[in-house]
């Protein structure tokens, strides 16, 4: 018996989410982009994340190096570590959402049951699943950080598309195809489904929410 949990006890805020979400003219969801490493989610959720922040929404980027500096800074790249890697950011995520904020995760999260767990901590309409598609070769020929030839070379273990598997949303919320779309195309994709679902609107004078 986990004799701890037994002294943990659930403090209610004074200030709801809805409280929150009043305040800042907009709903907090999470948009949650997969996809390959080079497939473009790094670009996407920072273009995507200043063009909501020109818009007046609170939002912030949660991105798979910048959390592996600091939080996950212990984990490897095993199926076991990935798992704990999505179940800690989801976690932070839910943290974000409640307050207030419209966060952007970007990791490869390859597995489809670590997406559904992380959906899970979710109230219906929160959890916004983005799949950033690019195939695995174009990925490869693009190789930003070098780490698909290192792959090759047997540098690094259980590398997504090389060494380890990716499995593809099934029913994602969005698809954005990065190798067809620009990144400007790829984040008016993102706001027109956010626009179109109300979870911000847009005034055609200003630009900014109403």
């Known amino acids: 018996m986990n004799t701890a949990a037994e002294h943990i006890v659930w403090h209610t805020p004074r200030i709801s989410r809805s409280d929150r979400c009043e305040l800042n003219g907009h709903r907090s969801c999470v948009l949650w982009l997969t996809g390959y490493s080079g497939s473009g989610k790094s670009t996407l959720a920072f273009e995507l994340e200043r063009r909501l922040f020109d818009l007046n929404c609170r939002s912030y980027v949660l991105d798979g190096d910048n959390i592996r500096h600091g939080l996950n ?19 932070v995520a839910k943290l974000f959402t409640d307050a207030g904020h419209i966060v952007i995760t970007a990791f490869i ?90 979870y911000m609107s847009e005034s055609p004078a200003t630009g900014r929410p109403e």
Do not use: H, W
């Open 73 to 91: 800074r212990n984990l490897g790249f095993s199926a076991e570590d990935r798992k704990e890697n999505i179940r800690r950011i989801s976690e």
């Open 109 to 198: 999260s390859p597995y489809r049951e670590d997406r559904r767990l992380a959906r899970s901590l979710f109230a219906e309409g929160d959890f916004i699943e983005v799949y950033v598609k690019c195939p695995v070769d174009e990925c490869e020929k693009r190789d930003p950080k070098g780490l698909y030839k290192k792959a090759r070379a047997g540098e690094i273990r259980d590398f997504t598309g090389i060494s380890a598997p990716y499995e593809p949303p099934v029913r994602p919320e969005i698809t954005i195809e990065t190798d067809k779309l620009t990144p400007d195309e790829s984040v008016e994709r993102v706001l027109r489904y956010m626009q179109a679902n109300r």
